[in-house]
């Protein structure tokens, strides 16, 4: 039987949203976790990923590529759609129960030890699952290793880890309570992660690049600029996937081929194999074009723009905050001229809700409101601010009746777009068996 603390570690974890409660930044934790636990990690190379969004997406495309170059790639993502495992990965394979558990519970103690210590404190989750992926990663002695950040970059857990390519992939209002309220703050948090000598891809918004180039030079790092240093031209986009060609001084490939869907995906893919190209700097010379092409066109993220259902249709993108909402959107305008479109939205409280709800209202002026405490915000908060771009409203406490309620009224040619929180996504995919139809 398992002991309190392995279970109340996994409860945490499959409860929405409960993970960030009285969390806290820093590395003085995660260095006791992994110093005391013996492992030794500051020798596989890495590419770290931060920005607002896009992370996961990135994580994607340059673990596949990896893999499909014949590296055994560890990759760390956060949050996860469904269950715990999915946030760490060695290629396609999510980590063992079996493992996790183990690793769990040896650092039980050390947890326990790091409580004592008023200079070092107990662990967050998070902390412990960076700790148990970098600890599980060692121990298959992985090649490469492919990490997002959690939040922010600079008192991140992952930031650990020794980046040696590292992607911004943009920059917009998130956090603002932890990471500074402009987006010159942010970046500057975010850019944290970047180690002397590394080399930095990124898609920010040009009028950041100079505050970016700035904080390169201060660490001695490289700048490889989506739109000067590496270019796309966008051929194809379509519910089918996109196709775009790729120019930058090291390659030029044409009609790269993507199922992600969107303009933002290959903005993301185009910094994917900026990352590749990168790699070649650290010992890593196996990557090629083909195998850049495989492991871009094999990528698929669940819970982005991914068609769960086909008639009627049903959909679920994880829009969860203003730009993510604004994507959203223009992908699903381009791609539907039509109005006969429900969404099924929770968003969390943190979040700017009356601006996300501004740019879900230019697809459909029906929504149905859903909630997760504590995470999200409540019923009442999100009618009030619905009622500015909405005309028909409805509300469920329980994202599963909300669900069913869509369900039972969508006619043939209706769609559904499960979208805001991925917290409420993942719990209505969860508990409706909808990724597995």
Known sequence: ?????????????SKPGLERL?????????????????????????????????KGSVVTFISN??????????????????????????????????????????????????????????PTFFEVLTAISIIYFVQKKVEVIVSEVGLGGRLDATNVLNGKAIAITNISLDHQ????????????????????????????????????????????????LFT????????????DGSVFD????????????????????????????????SMSYFGLHQITEESIRKGLEKSIWPGRFQVLKKS??????????????????????????????LLLVGISQDKDIEGILKELSKISKRIVLTTI?????NIGTLEEKAKKYFKDIRSFEDPLKAYDYCRSNLKKHDKLIITGSIYVAGYILKGRKLLGS
Request: proline share 3%; with cysteine; glycine share 6%.
């Open 246 to 277: 790729y120019f930058s001084d090291h390659n030029n490939f044409k009609d790269i081929k993507l199922k992600m869907i969107g303009r933002h995906q290959i903005a993301n893919a185009a910094c994917a194999i900026s990352l590749a190209e």
């Open 177 to 224: 309570e932890i990471l500074g309220n402009s987006k010159e703050e942010i970046l500057t948090e975010k850019a944290g992660i970047i180690k002397k000598g590394s080399v930095v891809s990124s898609c920010i918004d040009l009028d950041l690049a100079t505050l970016l180039q700035n904080l390169c030079i201060e660490k001695e790092a490289r700048l490889k």
């Open 1 to 13: 039987m398992q002991d309190d603390f392995l279970e109340s570690l996994k409860l945490i974890g």
């Open 65 to 122: 590529i990896l893999a499909q170059s014949n590296y055994k790639v560890g990759s760390y993502i956060s949050p996860h759609l469904i269950d715990i495992y999915e946030r760490i990965k060695i290629n396609d394979n999510n980590i063992p129960s079996k493992d996790f558990d183990k690793i769990l519970s040896e650092l039980k103690y050390y947890c326990q030890e790091a409580e004592k210590l008023k200079e070092i404190g107990s």
């Open 312 to 341: 009627p249709m049903i959909m679920v993108d994880v829009a969860h905050n203003v730009d993510g909402a604004k994507s959203l959107s223009e992908t699903y305008n381009s791609l539907f001229k039509d109005s006969n479109t």
């Open 373 to 377: 405490p504590p995470r999200c915000a």
């Open 22 to 54: 009285n969390s806290k930044l820093g590395l003085e934790r995660i260095r006791y976790l992994l110093e005391k636990s013996g492992t030794e990690w500051e020798d596989i190379p890495v590419v770290h990923i931060a920005g607002t969004n896009g």
């Open 228 to 239: 000067k240093d590496f270019r796309v031209i966008e051929k194809q986009i379509s519910f």
